[in-house]
C-alpha cells in the first residue's frame, strides 16, 4: 500500500505532549526492531485520515486481517480492507467494542429497543455475526444476541463496555454499573462465556459465569472498577490488558492467570514496587481503549490526556504521543503490520501512523 505522509504532523518522541514530561528516547535498551528505539526516531502520521464517521469509539484489526470500526453514533459498523476502503456495513444500534474470535466471529457491544408496558426502553447487549456463513458480507451476516439472555433480568443502568477473545475461542464480556453491593453478581464484572463445543453441545457460547475473586470497586489492581476495554495477550494462555475509568490509582492493569498447588486466580502481572511506567500511581486518567501486538507491546488510548501510551511487554514505557492538537478524546487504538490507528473519536476519525525506521 503508498503510504503519503503528512510531513507537517512529524511527531516527536522525545517530548511528550500529552502530559509535558521530557523524554529521554535513549533510557531504553533495545530488545527487539520495533520495541525500543533511539536517535532521532519520530511518528509519522500517513495520509489521508479517515473520515466520515460519528463518535467512532472502537476498531479492531481481525484476522483475515479487515479493519471493523464501531462507528457508533451511525448506528453501524464498518468493515473495511487495509487500504481504508469501506467494503461493507452493518446496521447496529450504539456499537462501543468488538472482538474477533478465531472461527472469524464478530462479538460487539451494542444497544436495542424494546417496548415494556408500552414504552420504549433502550438496554446494552452483546452480539455475535457469524462472517463465514455470510461469506463474509457482514451486511447479510445472521445477529445472535448472547446478552441479555432470556435468564438474565434486563437492567438499563447495567453497559456492556469491551469484549475479548482468547486462543480456543473462549472469550470476556465487561460489564459497568452502579449496583455493587452483591457478592454474586456486581455490575461490575467479567463474564465468561464458552464455546459450546467445549461440552460437546455443538455450536454457540454459552455463559458459564463471572470471574471470581476481582473486587467490582477496588482502587488498586485486579479491579473491576468500570471497566473500558479488554485484550487479551495474544497467546496460549488466559492473561489480558483492561483499562478502567472508575476510582482506581492503576487504570490500566495486565491480568495475570496464576496457577497453584492451592487455587487459580488472576493476580498483577506488575507490582508498583517494579517501578515501572505501566503501574505508576495515576499514569493514566481516562482510557477507554488497549490493544497488545504479536511482539507483546501494550498500547493504551487516554481521552482525558488526549494521548496514546505505548509499553513494552515488561511495564516500561516507550513512545507515547499526543495532546490536543493532534488528538480529541481517543477511545480505540490498534496495531498491524508496523503501522498504528488510533480512533480520534471527538475529531470522528482514525488516524494512521508508522515510525519513520519502519518507512521504505
Known sequence: MVKTIKISTILMLFVFISCTDKFDINQFQNSDANANIGGDTVYVQLSPDWTGFNNPQDIYIGKEPFIYIADTDNDRIVMMNLAGQILDTRAIKKPVAITQDFKLNLIVCAEFDTLIGGVTKTFSAVYKFNLVKASHKISDAELVRLLPTDFTPINEKRKYTGATTFYNNMFYIARQGPSNSSIFDPD????????KSFYGKGEGDTLVGRVANIDPVSSGLISANQISSLSSINKKNMDFVATLTGNNS?????????ITAIDEKYVSQFSPQDGIGFVLPNRFSKPEGSWVDNSGNIYIADAEKDSIFKFNAFGEELQSFGGSR?????????????TLYVVDTGNNRILRFILSTDLN
Open 188 to 195: 461490575n464484572s467479567i463474564l465468561i462465556f464458552y464455546p
Open 250 to 258: 492503576f487504570k490500566a492493569q495486565w491480568f495475570h492467570y496464576q
Open 326 to 338: 493532534l488528538f480529541n478524546s481517543p477511545y480505540a487504538v490498534a496495531f498491524f503490520d508496523k
